[in-house]
Structures are given as C-alpha cells and as structure tokens.
C-alpha cells in the first residue's frame, strides 16, 4: 500500500529564516506530486504540481519555491520566510488526471 | 467569485439526526468532484469521486450525489465519530493546470451525544 510522509510535524520559525519541508511517498512510481498550503477559514490553496522529476509548475507567485530530486520526493522551501508564511502545510500525490489524491498528514509552520 | 461553494460553514446535529451538506460549483466542465474528511490537525482523508451527473457513492453512512451545477454530500443518522470538517473540490476540465483541485472552505460537522 502506498504511504505519505511529511515532516517536520510542527515548525515555529522567525521571520527572514528559511524553510525546507519535505514529503515522500511510499508504495507507488512515478506519481504527481502537490504542494498546498491551508490557512485558517480559508480553503486549501494549491502551491506547486510536479509530474516528473525535475518537472515543477507553479500556482501561485510567493517567496516560496519547490523541487523535486527524486522521483517519491518532494521540498517545499524558502530563502527568507514571511509572516504570512505562517499556515498548515499539505503535501499530497496522485496517480494521474481524473484520480483522486491522497494526503499527508501535514506540517503546521507558524512564524514569529 | 469562488468557484466552489460549501454550505452550510457550520451545522451541529445530534446522533441520529439525518442531513446534507452542499457543494456548488461553477467551473465551464467539470473532470470531477472530490468529497474529503479532515480531522482536526490532520490531512484530508479521501471519500468520493463522482464524474458526471446522475452519479451517485456510498460508505457507511454517507452518500455523496452529483448534478450539473452541485453536489450533496447525505449523512443518515450520523454519530459522533461523524465529526470533522467535509472538504468539496473540483477539478476542471482544460485550463492551465490540468491537475489542479479547487477546495471549497468546508463545512463543520459536529454530532453530538
């Protein structure tokens, strides 16, 4: 069966540090991978898609950039965060268009 | 304008106490609609896919519906494990990002005792 991971689980960082968040998938090849990103009273906002290694597509302009080294990993990262920064952090993957996506259990990132 | 709407935000039900929850959604095709759990401090847990109107899924207790311009999400005679935000998205038929869910802002369950 397939699993997702993410860490860390929390994060408390002080505006102008940087962010490395990390997700890894389990159990399956070559998936599309996801970036969102959760803020309160708001829906989950899409961030960044990657399909292939190397292959990252972004949603939405931020201080905030992704990669994708190899093929189940997926970093979400920031030279200098923000306070709006601040919110709760959800990787997911799927299979391909039309499929539903799995996520993982999330980072929560609060910054100072 | 949001192209995915949940109502209500909040509803409160006792145990047993039958309802829906509703999705509308404004997008010029749809791929399909999602319906996902989440836990408080927790990710969204997959429910449903539904693709076309007419369709209709069950799990237990819950049974999401889909017509052209929304979709129900019917909890019969909930408990309080029924509890957690339901998450609504769509994901739309062409477009830039062919991969990308829109979320609605979910609504609150709570059952009580």
């Known amino acids: 069966s397939q699993t997702i991971h993410q860490w860390p689980a929390t994060l408390v960082q002080p505006v102008g540090s940087p962010l490395s968040l990390e997700c890894t998938v389990e159990g399956t090849s070559n998936p599309n991978l996801y970036w969102y990103r959760q803020a309160a009273g708001r829906g989950l906002q899409l961030l960044f898609y990657s399909v292939g290694i190397g292959q990252i597509s972004s949603e939405v302009p931020q201080n905030l950039s992704a990669s994708r080294p190899q093929d189940r990993q997926f970093i979400l990262s920031s030279k200098k965060l923000l306070l709006s920064d601040s919110g709760f952090y959800l990787c997911a993957w799927d299979r391909g268009l039309r499929d539903e996506q799995y996520f993982g259990p999330g980072t929560r990132l609060t910054v100072t | 304008e949001d192209q995915v709407t949940q109502s209500p935000e909040a509803l409160r039900l006792q145990e047993g106490e039958s309802s829906s929850l509703n999705c509308s959604y404004t997008?010029?095709?749809?791929?399909?609609l999602f319906w996902y759990r989440q836990d408080p401090g927790k990710g969204p847990e997959f429910l449903f896919t539904?693709?076309?109107a007419g369709e209709e899924k069950e799990k237990e207790r819950l049974k999401a519906t889909l017509t052209k311009k929304e979709s129900f999400l019917h909890i019969t005679a909930p408990k309080p494990e029924d509890s957690a935000t339901y998450l609504c998205?769509?994901?739309?038929?062409?477009?830039?990002?062919?991969?990308?869910?829109?979320f609605g802002k979910g609504t609150l369950l709570t059952v009580n005792p």
């Open positions: 997008v010029s095709g749809l791929r399909g």
């Open positions: 539904l693709y076309s």
């Open positions: 998205a769509v994901q739309e038929v062409g477009g830039g990002s062919n991969y990308k869910l829109t």
